[in-house]
């Protein structure tokens, strides 16, 4: 069973930045995408960012401009670089890594924007 974990979350003032990353232990073969979801107080997960093994990325609209996704295929690694945070970013944020044939989360990693 792979795990993903996730790291980079903190306390950040608003128009800060902070750079999620998640790592997976062990390898994943074939084809599949991997993003960053979050859930915020009182709110249901959503799609963050998401990217395919070829690169194509795709941003849920709140955060474009603003966040960005990047993954490195042979470490089985995705970070989320975020920019100009805003109190409305703060959510715990998981990775997952998915497939027809699997689906992969991690335990999530907490940010907080205030000031």
């Known amino acids: 069973q792979v795990q993903l974990v996730e790291s980079g979350g903190g306390l950040v003032q608003p128009g800060g930045s902070l750079r999620l990353s998640c790592a997976a232990s062990?390898?994943?073969?074939?084809?599949?995408?991997m993003g960053w979801y979050r859930q915020g107080p009182g709110k249901q997960r959503e799609l963050v960012a998401v990217i395919s093994g070829g690169g194509t990325a795709t941003y849920v609209d709140s955060v474009k401009g603003r966040f960005t996704i990047s993954r490195d295929n042979a470490k089985v690694t995705v970070d989320l670089q975020m920019n100009s945070l805003k109190a409305e970013d703060t959510a715990v944020y998981y990775c997952?890594?998915?497939?027809?044939?699997?689906?992969?989360w991690g335990q999530g990693t907490q940010v907080t924007v205030s000031s």
């Open positions: 997952r890594a998915y497939s027809s044939n699997f689906d992969y």
């Open positions: 062990g390898r994943i073969f074939g084809i599949y995408v």
